[in-house]
């Protein structure tokens, strides 16, 4: 992908799909800009006035220069209808058709931090075991997790690059989407919404381990756990 090898990676299973969308439309909408904008100097270039030659008063109303016109728009209501199609789809995919979890995360989103809420070893959400961090989401690779994504002052957006996500966060809704990461690592957590004086100062982390590792993180960080040691 375009966007793959010039600007972020991709780390979820639906990041190739969006990129796939916005190569689309960067070819199906560029293409005809550089054609437009190379006949256009050209012809400024080569029509461009002359000493001795008198201008030619042109309407545009006529046959023979309004067919060139029509001519043109059928690919591009074609290109229209194409862009649209694979948008409604990759829409869908990503913001309608909730796959079954695999597991749930609480993000909670405030002026100026993000809060996490972790299943604890049960992977069951809002039990005695869960696990809250600040600023950091800690997830499996290849486990597909549902998130509700919580406001608790103004509008906030949850974006996470690497993933091709954003989710805006709205005071007295809980929204409920969905990702599964493909790649470990650790990768920006966003808020791509201006949120106050501190919008900029408000960067969280998303760390993405094995499954193993991540079974680890979780037992270690446990409060249950943390208990039953003592």
Known sequence: MILD???????????????????????????????????????????????????????????????WIHRAHFPILVFDVIIVVMAVQVWYDVKQDLPEPESTVRIIAQQWAWTFVHPGPDNVLDTADDITTINDLHVAKGTLYHFKLEAKDVIHNFSVPVFRLKQDAIPGRVITGWFE??????????????????????????????????????????????????
Not at 35 to 61: D, Q, V
């Open 5 to 67: 090898s010039l600007l972020q990676a991709s780390a979820s299973t639906y990041a190739g799909d969006i990129d796939r969308l916005f190569d689309v439309i960067t070819l199906l909408v560029g293409v005809p800009m550089l054609i437009c904008m190379l006949l256009f100097f050209t012809y400024i270039f080569r029509f461009r006035a002359k000493e001795g030659t008198k201008a030619l008063y042109i309407s545009g109303t006529e046959h023979k220069y309004m067919k």
């Open 181 to 230: 990461a493909t790649v470990a690592g650790e990768f920006d957590i966003q808020c791509a919404e201006i949120c106050g004086i501190g919008h900029g100062l408000m960067p969280g982390r998303i760390h993405i381990e094995s499954p193993g590792q991540h079974a680890a993180w979780v037992e270690e960080n446990s409060p249950i756990e943390h208990l039953a040691a003592r």
